[in-house]
């Protein structure tokens, strides 16, 4: 016996889970409490304009470097 397929019964006992929640997010958070559903802080996926423009900046940055080193004789 699981508590996957039972569930207490208020009384000290277990009785069978009649049905599975579709949202497993439904499951993270304590009906006790009433908490709002847990979100995902760290996912804030970045927009593909702005990541594109930031490897072009850091593309172009090295090229500089690049230059500005071998232009001097840094890198000879």
């Known amino acids: 016996m699981t508590l996957?397929?039972?569930q207490p019964d208020g009384q000290g006992g277990l009785e069978p889970r009649t049905e599975?929640?579709?949202d497993w997010r439904t499951q993270?958070?304590?009906p006790r409490w009433n908490a709002?559903?847990?979100a995902n802080r760290e996912m804030n996926p970045t927009r593909t304009s702005v990541s594109v423009l930031f490897w072009l900046a850091?593309?172009?940055l090295t090229f500089v470097l690049l230059l500005a080193g071998y232009g001097?004789?840094?890198w000879k």
């Open 4 to 6: 996957q397929l039972h």
């Open 72 to 74: 001097s004789g840094f």
């Open 58 to 60: 850091l593309g172009a």
């Open 36 to 38: 709002s559903p847990l």
């Open 20 to 22: 599975t929640p579709k």
């Open 28 to 30: 993270l958070r304590s």
